[in-house]
């Protein structure tokens, strides 16, 4: 932990300014720019830096990693901010690939929470994710960062992160998730992660199929539009690597450090942002090899320990899973058996999760979550048991005592996989 120094001016440590936050507003998810964009102007948020924005149902947090580690290789400056986080707030802002400290963050809170009041008494209420946001932008301001990678919190047109001007903008994929803020269709999603394209400005689309609503918003704002195969494409090239073409342009490459086929999406996705940002930006190809090989993200497909065999896997939509499957299958032992550590939130859609893994599963340990949003064990039992009648299962109250349990009974060809929710892997996180 960052150590505190006595004239730090910040009356609060970071856990108060934590909990601070999360009650100045009352609703935690907020839809609207409006209130940003006039903090923005009240603290003189506008950067003179280079900004991607990474939208997407998922592979966000993945292709976010991928360029912060390329442009980190690279010599740059990296400011990059990513939500959730697993085990502590700082792992949300970064500067070349280290979590800032405590400190630093008091202070970035400090000058929001200043700027929200302003001197004339007109107060401005703000989210958790909205002064989040702002915080982690004043930071890499104050820093003085040569490139800002900022990951969308929920959607992309309203999140606060689209109150700031990217200069490349990514949809990685397009998926059922959130519908409660963003609908019920890909059709609804695409168009408001489409919300972060920008006219003239290089907007990647890593969905191979993508709705019409997000392809026709970006023609109708004269957006750089490019979609994976077609504008640019990856294919694979042996067993170890991998070749990205865009045009005259073509990189080979090594497979990416994160596990799974869809990470060679992402991977294109990032080499393709980069690519477009090399008069901004300069990066050689050695700088990308590097970096597909040094890249690591938790709880992505993570392998925790070896022994017992453990898996992380903050899948928690069925697009997710379904990805998770395929890894899952990939990795299959002729002897042992997986065992899943599995809880979920409440809100999400469990059946479509449960359908897409449940061959790749032998016993299943089910656990409730301590949080309001969570589903009870006997909740998702009830779901695993109809849509597989078959399957065997153990409930516990969390998934820490699900995991302590695993650990004890399997054998030593066994797996244990951990997965559903960010909460479920950060639960398990604490034990290591």
């Known amino acids: 932990m960052a150590h505190h120094m006595h004239n730090s001016k ?10 601070y936050i999360e009650s100045l507003h009352p609703k935690s998810i907020a839809m609207g720019l409006d209130r940003v964009r006039q903090m923005i102007d009240r603290l003189e948020l506008h950067p003179k830096f280079t900004i991607i924005t990474v939208a997407g149902t998922n592979g966000k947090g993945s292709t976010c990693a991928m360029l912060e580690q390329i442009y980190t290789n690279a010599g740059y400056q990296v400011g990059c901010y990513t939500s959730p986080h697993l085990l502590r707030y700082n792992e949300r802002v ?49 820093t003085g960062v040569d490139v800002a990678i900022l990951e969308i919190g929920l959607g992309g047109r309203l999140d606060a992160v689209n109150a700031f ?10 998926d059922l998730d959130h519908q409660e803020f963003l609908g019920n269709t890909r059709e609804s ?70 596990k799974g086929a869809y990470q060679l999406n992402n991977a294109a996705c990032a080499v393709s942002a980069v690519d477009s940002l090399q008069s901004r930006l300069p990066v050689t190809s050695s700088h990308i090899e ?16 070896t022994s017992p065999h453990v898996i992380l896997d903050v899948a928690h939509n069925p697009h997710a899973a379904r990805a998770l499957a395929v890894n ?20 999400k859609d469990i059946q479509g999760v449960v359908q897409a893994v449940k061959d790749e599963i032998d016993l299943w340990y ?12 006997e909740e ?32 030593e060809n066994d797996k244990i996989l951990v997965f559903g929710s960010f909460y479920t892997v950060a639960s398990v996180m604490q034990s290591f």
């Open 10 to 19: 910040s009356t609060k440590n970071l856990a108060e300014w934590l909990s």
């Open 366 to 377: 089910i656990a409730g979550i301590d949080n309001v949003r969570g589903a009870s064990a």
């Open 380 to 411: 998702l039992a009830a779901i695993v048991s109809e849509i597989d009648p078959h399957a065997k299962f153990k409930t516990f109250q969390n998934a820490d005592i699900a995991y302590q349990q695993a650990c004890i009974d399997v054998g």
């Open 290 to 305: 590097s970096a597909m090989r040094q890249v690591s993200l938790a709880g992505r497909f993570q392998t925790a320990s």
């Open 94 to 142: 970064r500067i070349n690939k280290q979590e800032v400290s405590d400190d630093a963050l008091c202070a970035a809170f400090e000058a929001v929470d200043a700027g929200r009041i302003g001197a004339n008494g007109e107060v401005i209420s703000l989210t958790y994710f909205e002064v989040g946001t702002l915080a982690a932008m004043w930071h890499f301001m104050q």
């Open 165 to 174: 001007e990217p200069n490349c903008s990514i949809v990685t994929s397009i």
């Open 189 to 258: 999603i695409g168009f408001e992660k489409a919300g972060v394209y920008r006219t003239s400005v290089p907007a990647i689309c890593g969905d191979a199929n993508p709705p019409l609503s997000l392809v026709t918003f970006a023609h109708e704002v004269k957006a750089n539009f490019k979609r994976v195969h077609h504008d640019f494409d990856f294919s694979l090239d042996g067993v170890d690597s991998w070749q990205y073409s865009a045009g005259e342009v073509t990189y080979r490459l090594p497979i990416p450090a994160l």
């Open 328 to 347: 899952l299958n990939a990795s299959r032992t002729p002897q042992g058996q997986t065992v899943a550590v599995f809880a979920m939130l409440a809100d």
